[in-house]
């Protein structure tokens, strides 16, 4: 069982940026995929973004494609959402999770999230 905790949210304005960090705990995470959610008001949880365990495969929602990155670095357990050109749209609760391959569906148990508000 991994553990997650996400950082790095806050408020921003649009067309600004943010890197958000999750740290998972766990003996598991260097051979688990892995990937970013997100929750907006009132909406269910959305896959943004996920990566395989090696690194070498990214995926992207298409409403983030070209602005947002994923990566990770195994020797510090951690993965990473590189996020530019924000929009209000972006706006959520965002959470990382292990996802099954190929798949892309979360597997894990949740963690508390990292809050990002975007202003136009």
């Known amino acids: 069982q991994v553990q997650l905790v996400e950082s790095g949210g806050g408020l921003v304005q649009a067309g600004g940026s943010l890197r958000l960090s999750c740290a998972a705990s766990?003996?598991?995470?260097?051979?688990?995929?892995m990937g970013w959610f997100r929750q907006a008001p009132g909406k269910e949880r959305e896959f943004v973004a996920a990566?395989?365990?090696?690194?070498?495969?990214?995926y992207y929602a298409a409403s983030v494609k070209g602005r947002f990155t994923i990566s990770r670095d195994n020797a510090k357990n951690t993965v990473y959402l590189q996020m530019n050109s924000l929009k209000p749209e972006d706006t959520a609760v965002y959470y990382c999770?292990?996802?099954?391959?190929?798949?892309?569906?979360?597997?894990?148990?949740w963690g508390q999230g990292t809050q990002v508000i975007v202003s136009s």
């Open positions: 999770n292990a996802v099954a391959h190929p798949s892309l569906r979360p597997v894990g148990s």
């Open positions: 990566i395989s365990w090696s690194g070498a495969s990214r």
């Open positions: 766990g003996r598991t995470f260097s051979n688990s995929a």
